[in-house]
């Protein structure tokens, strides 16, 4: 049956075109910094040309990294992200920068000449150490001294503009210089018998990454449209609204939210914290108790599509149950101030998947349609999708039960609603 026939019997249908599987998701300055869960580019892409406005303005209220933002800027869309995050925000803000591409080229041969000098002399200059805790035991003492060596270097910069792009690449060369187990995004020190074999080449990593980010950054500026991009800290579950547009000043949500609360679900703020901490950001420590679901509530969701599985899971684990019903709780008032933020004819696209707890099923996309239904939207479709290349946990610990798992979102669904009744 074709998918023009399932659209004409349902509202909510699987489409295997928004699978895409085999497309490059690090094209132009998507390449810039890996991070998980990250919302494909390819979706928003879609999103765009089936919904967006030329010349109007997109907003995404948990922006992550920037993805919905780049997509905006190459299809001509103002935009404005928000994210309590201070390291993707500088991310996101690098990633939708232009820089002339002399000045940029001006500072990367100066810093490779330089780099040059310091492996002949075959001895790093010490530089100040920041305040990073526990920083032996994620680094070994030549990491350290290297990473510092990069760290003062960048600070010197005066642009604005390259530091930022300097500073997105030294965020990831000193994840992937620590003691960090590779492809975890909670913090977990690698096996003790790995240590003394791992030696990696910072300078070395730090010029590939920058090597490729030059490259996505030049062919993101051939095909960015001329149109505003910003990041903000706004945080939408506490009602704040970011600058510079009005109340009613948006035209498209184009979002991926997180998944559930971050201290089970994706760990954003300790996948994060130590580059966070390199870079001296602030609350690096804090991110996950500020996202949304970050403190457990006992208070009970009425008159929500999740009300039946909360309770699910409270009859074998009243905290969890706790965890997610503020997970909710705060998602929900999120959603009622980006509503605020639309347009008497606006669309929303949220790409949210339906996780399990406890082996209940949450359906989140349910959830959202019934929040936007308050404040005037109405669902217009639900695509459902396999995710066969998002970077984000497949299975967890359903009980804590050390060695027993199960499936957690295999797929994830494109919620679209408008706004008909203001």
Known sequence: MENKDIRARTVKYRDKTWDLPEVDTKEYTHCF??????MIPQIARKLLKRYGVEGGWLLDPYCG??????????????????????????????KLTPIPRRTLTAHLDTLNDCLFQVEFSDKV???????????????????????????????????????????????????ECSYTRNGEFKLHRMPAEKLA?????????????????????????????????SVSCANTVSGEFPMPRPLGGYDIVVTSPPYGDS???????????????WLGLPNARKVDRLAMGGHPTDSKLTDSPVVAAIEKIRSVDEKRAQQVAAFYTDLGGSIHSV?????????????????????????????????????????QQTIVRNIPNKRMPHKNSP????????????????????????
């Open 125 to 175: 200059p010490e530089k100040p150490v920041p305040d990073v805790p526990n920083l032996a035991y994620w680094f070994s003492e030549e990491v350290i001294r290297s990473l510092a060596f990069l760290r003062a270097w960048i600070d010197e910069v005066e642009e604005e503009t390259v530091r930022n792009f300097l500073s997105v690449a030294f965020s990831e060369t000193v994840r």
């Open 33 to 38: 910094h890996t991070y998980p869960a990250m």
């Open 263 to 277: 201290h089970t679900t994706v760990a954003y703020g300790q996948f994060s914290r130590l580059a966070a901490e």
């Open 339 to 379: 509503a605020k933020m639309l347009s008497s004819r606006a669309t929303v696209c949220y790409v949210v998947g339906n996780r399990r707890v406890k082996g209940v099923m949450l359906p989140t996309d349910a959830f959202v349609i019934s929040e936007f239904s308050r404040y005037g939207f109405s669902h």
């Open 197 to 229: 074999d791992f030696q990696p080449d910072v300078f070395g990593i730090f010029r590939k990454k920058l090597s490729r980010n030059q490259h996505g950054l030049a062919m993101f500026m051939e095909k960015r449209q001329d149109v505003d991009a």
């Open 399 to 422: 009980t804590n039960v050390a060695g027993k798992t199960a499936a957690t979102m295999n797929e994830e669904n494109i919620v679209v609603c408008e706004r008909t009744n203001l």
């Open 65 to 94: 990294t920037g993805t919905s933002l780049v997509e905006a800027s190459l299809f001509g869309m103002h935009s404005v992200g928000c994210d309590i995050n201070p390291l993707v925000r500088l991310i996101a803000t690098a």
